[in-house]
């Protein structure tokens, strides 16, 4: 005769990591409630089920409309450290939509995630960084960060935090440099950039060439490159292995060397290397002769 058994493993379907989501319009007013719980384990299941929705736009807009944004800036103070990580994933996401930087800046998340730029949890410093780095691919979304004071602590960061993130924030610093680069000026970050040009890593190497692209536009800008002896390397970079950097680095030549000091420098750096290397960096202009 059979006998009833209840089974000691949990259903396949089921995740034990996530909150059950709510059927419907239920489905996000409920997540949130659960976000505010006083519940460590019911807050962890919250983020872990909302990083999955945040990937649809339509569930951001949602989101944002019934005040998860607020819910979210208050765990990021949270003293457990998946919460704080799985909350700057949240945020990271949401970031990719445009609905989601617009948001950023309508409910002050900008300022909110900078009091985790010192995190000793790197997952979670790199998250809330490809947050900013998506958020200043939307202009206002890089006055946002000028605004809020945030270019000196990301040249600061950039001396200090480990390559891979080092990568992130150079993409950061380029749009919000475009827009305006007087703090970053007064912070150093020339130098920090020269640094940069010289390292083994071609990814960092190209984008500290495109952060000096946008640091050069302004005439302050070609005055510290060409004070802190930049030129020379830039020139150098034209040689470079990679396309982009050579690219980067010719586009940061440009801006720098229209003043009389940084043509000079350029000229001294190019006869330095010989005219016959000068001349495989110029266009074929056989054809039109």
Known sequence: MAHARISMYMPPDIDPTKAAI???????PKLNEELRSETLLTRQKALVALCDLMHDPEYVYEAINIGCLESLKALLMDDDNLVRIKTTEVLYIMATHNIGRTGFL??????????????????????LHQAYKHLAQLPEGARGIVNSG??????????VEEEHIQEIILDTLAPC???????ALKSQAVPCFKEKLLSGNPQIRSKAARALIAISIPLEGKNQVWENEVIPILVDLLSDPEDEVQANAAGAL?????????????????????????????????SFS
């Open 22 to 28: 709510a059927y419907g319009c239920r489905a996000l």
């Open 150 to 159: 945030l270019i000196p602590s990301l040249v600061q960061k950039l001396q």
């Open 106 to 127: 309508q409910h002050g998340v900008i300022i909110a995630l900078s009091f985790l730029l010192n995190d000793f949890q790197t997952v979670c410093r790199e998250n």
């Open 177 to 183: 440099l475009q827009e305006d680069a007087t703090e």
């Open 254 to 286: 440009m801006h720098a060397t229209v003043t009389t000091e940084g043509c000079n420098a350029k000229g001294r750096s190019w006869r330095f290397q010989g005219v016959s290397e000068s001349y495989k960096l110029l266009p074929n202009l056989s």
